[in-house]
């Protein structure tokens, strides 16, 4: 471990008195290594019967486990399925204290490379909207591979700044995690890189950074809302007296008091006290409700967590004006997407409006006016999406079909108008149009579920070469026999869900007992 700088040591010394020898000593102590299940694979038991590593549970967090510090999640087939995110143990603890309901329109603020965009996922079953959100451009590319890597179906993935989503967004969402940007002194004993960043005045650069972002994700949240600060780091001027400063200026707002549980230390207002040089009052003491998480309380890295509540939302002009935003563009959206699913609807000789694609019912002619090459219109790249869907899937999908260029999304219900914001994934991007054809993307696959959704799939097992061997990218030769089919006429050639132990790894095309690999360069094992 790299050198702890002095200047911190005096800082925590101050800070702890008496716990410090307590704290210094548990940077001997080992690190600690953690997974969290995919609930949206898989359940957590399942997971716990055909784990590769042992598992020791982590109090805080549901599907979380320690693993020894020898094993290699990252190496390991089951990675590649998305059946786990490996993360930080303490690091799973503020989505546990967001409260995430399946059906709430949820947004993680600062959220690459999305180790809690993928837990908030799991918990809302893929019902609801999660927006997950990055300001920088090359950490957003590993936010939007997790989330197709783990299934998520429900996300739209942007990379903007707070300050132009707030204005987008008012009043929007039910939940909202700021797991902010910060000096990272809980993360010294376990990543080098963040002490040789590190310097005295790192704490108060990032707290005029933290008390932006978090004004602005303020202004997104509904009245009766919950919103989720977390940092990783120790010093209060980046936890407490944010928390203190932002209840100061916004009085409709209030500390959801953290019970004491699993090793949790309450907030320290009586620190503000001391690097303000001010006295406490009834507000700063709220603070207390916050949680901070000790190396040398619980296993785990420093953390700390408020949870706030927006108890308030009409009482003050500026929220007024929030919430009687008009919704224009949005309505121009919605109505072109229902005129489009009408549209297809009629062509399928369906006219129930239901949003459900099934094999059956699909399978109408093509539409008048559909270009025999290269894609014209958005409705001739639904069309396409929507005959593969009808003809190679047995889910039941739900969502706007959006196009942007060749590329197919389907974009959840509840989106926000997204008019003006960089956008990386207006929702699930489900493929490609290759001039009159649809190419079914790797996140498609991986939101998938081999039993109820594929039509034809093929299955290995943990350990047979061929699951390497598919991930490297090679052409497998595989029988006609090992090809499982939902119904027995359907032809052995076409798209097939490759698995590994039931849970889809990616895409294979059958033909003539060869596999053509489709698994995505960029992901291949190495
Ligand atoms: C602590 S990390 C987030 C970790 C992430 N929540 C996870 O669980 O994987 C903080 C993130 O905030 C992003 N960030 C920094 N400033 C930001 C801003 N003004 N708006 C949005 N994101 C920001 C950083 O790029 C970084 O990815």
């Not at 094993?71 to 786990?84: I, Q, T, V």
């Not at 700063?284 to 785990?300: A, I």
Request: aromatic fraction near 10%.
């Amino acid at each position: 471990m790299a050198k702890l700088p002095d200047f911190f040591m005096r800082k925590m010394e101050c800070l702890l008195q008496d716990e410090y020898p307590a704290f210094l000593d548990s940077y001997e102590q080992p690190r600690l290594q953690g997974i969290r299940v995919n609930g949206l694979k898989m359940a957590v038991d399942g997971f716990q019967e055909m784990s590769p590593f042992p598992l020791s549970p982590i109090r805080w967090a549901k599907g979380g486990f320690y693993i020894p510090e020898t094993e290699r999640p990252g190496k390991h087939p089951y990675y590649h399925a998305g059946l786990y995110y490996v993360q930080e143990p303490s690091a799973m603890a503020p989505v546990e204290l967001l409260d995430v309901r399946p059906g709430d329109k949820v947004l993680d603020l600062c959220a690459a490379p999305g180790g809690k965009t993928t837990q908030i996922a799991a918990k809302l079953e893929g019902k609801g909207l999660l927006v997950t959100n990055d300001n920088q451009p090359d950490r957003v590319k590993a936010l939007v591979k997790n989330v197709e890597l783990y299934g998520i179906t429900n996300a739209i993935v942007l990379n903007e700044t707070p300050e132009r989503l707030a204005p987008a967004m008012p009043g929007f969402f039910d939940k909202i995690l700021v797991d902010a940007p910060c000096s990272g002194e809980g993360m010294f004993r376990k990543d080098d890189s963040m002490v040789k960043g590190w310097d005295e005045h790192s704490p108060r650069r990032y707290a005029d950074m933290q008390s932006g972002i978090l004004a602005k994700a303020a202004d997104m949240l509904k009245p009766g809302g919950r919103l989720v600060y977390s940092t990783c780091t120790f010093s209060p001027e980046e936890n407490e007296q944010i928390i203190e400063a932002f209840l100061r200026e916004r009085p409709g707002f209030r500390v959801v008091s953290i019970p004491p549980q699993h090793g949790f230390a309450p907030g320290r207002p009586d620190w503000i006290a001391q690097v303000q040089g001010g006295r406490l009052d009834e507000l700063s003491r709220t603070v207390e409700g916050t949680v901070r998480l000790w190396p040398h309380k619980l296993p785990g890295e420093g953390h700390f967590a408020a949870v706030l509540e927006r108890t308030c939302g009409r009482t003050d002009p500026e929220s007024e004006a929030m919430f009687t935003r008009p919704k224009k563009s949005y309505d121009r959206n919605a109505q072109s997407d229902s005129r489009m699913k009408r549209r297809f609807e009629e062509k399928a000789g369906r006219t129930d409006g239901k949003q459900r694609i099934n094999g059956r019912s699909a399978n109408g002619g093509r539409p008048e006016g559909a270009s025999r090459s290269g894609v014209a219109s958005a409705s001739d790249g639904e069309y396409l999406f929507r005959s593969f869907a009808a003809g190679q899937l047995n889910a039941e999908l739900s969502g706007n079909v959006k196009l942007q260029r060749d590329y197919v999304y389907l974009s959840p219900e509840e989106a926000p108008d997204l008019d003006g914001l960089k956008v990386a994934r207006p929702g699930w991007f489900v493929g490609t149009l290759r001039g009159d054809r649809f190419e079914p993307s790797h996140a498609l696959a991986m939101g998938m579920k081999r039993d109820t959704d594929s039509v034809r799939s093929i299955d290995f097992v943990t350990g047979e070469p061929e699951v390497i061997r598919y991930l490297k990218g090679e052409t497998l030769q595989i029988s006609e026999e090992r090809l499982r089919r939902s119904r027995p006429d359907l032809q052995a050639k076409g798209y097939c869900l490759v698995c590994v132990d039931g849970y889809p790894l990616g895409w294979g095309k059958w033909m003539d007992g060869m596999l053509k690999n489709e698994y995505p360069p960029g992901w291949r094992w190495s």
